[in-house]
Nanobody
Framework: QVQLVESGGGLVQDGGSLRLSCAASGRTFSRVAMGWFRQTPGKERNFVAY????????NYAKSVKGRFTISRDNAKNTMYLQMNSLKPEDTAVYYC?????????????????WGQGTQVTVSS
């Protein structure tokens, strides 16, 4: 129900920063919680961060807490992930996802719609 397109990935040095964007199509964006997940080859798609529909509640994986910031602009139908102090272990394909509920979840299976992903590579 929500079409999602990620952008902003790229190659950065250890300690660098990137800002990912997730552009959504449709008027339902402001009604649903959104999340960021990441995946490397041979591994599960892991939770990174989520944000409630209004933006008043956020949650982060322990591995990124204090370095990443999730935000959204409902007027622009866009969600963001500001990634600072990047580490090589952050290298992955990053996906944005939308739930069918206003509250977020750390479980990828509870998200309804997914983008195609954007590659983030952090050099060591």
């Amino acid at each position: 129900q929500v079409q999602l397109v990620e952008s902003g990935g790229g190659l950065v040095q250890d300690g660098g920063s990137l800002r990912l964007s997730c552009a959504a199509s449709g008027r339902t964006f402001s009604r649903v919680a959104m999340g960021w997940f990441r995946q490397t080859p041979g591994k599960e798609r892991n939770f990174v961060a989520y944000i409630s529909s209004s933006g008043d509640t956020v949650n982060y994986a322990k591995s990124v807490k204090g370095r990443f910031t999730i935000s959204r602009d409902n007027a622009k139908n866009t969600m963001y992930l500001q990634m600072n102090s990047l580490k090589p272990e952050d290298t992955a394909v990053y996906y944005c996802a939308a739930r069918a509920y206003s509250t977020g979840s750390t479980n990828a299976a509870q998200y309804r719609d997914w983008g195609q992903g954007t590659q983030v590579t952090v050099s060591s």
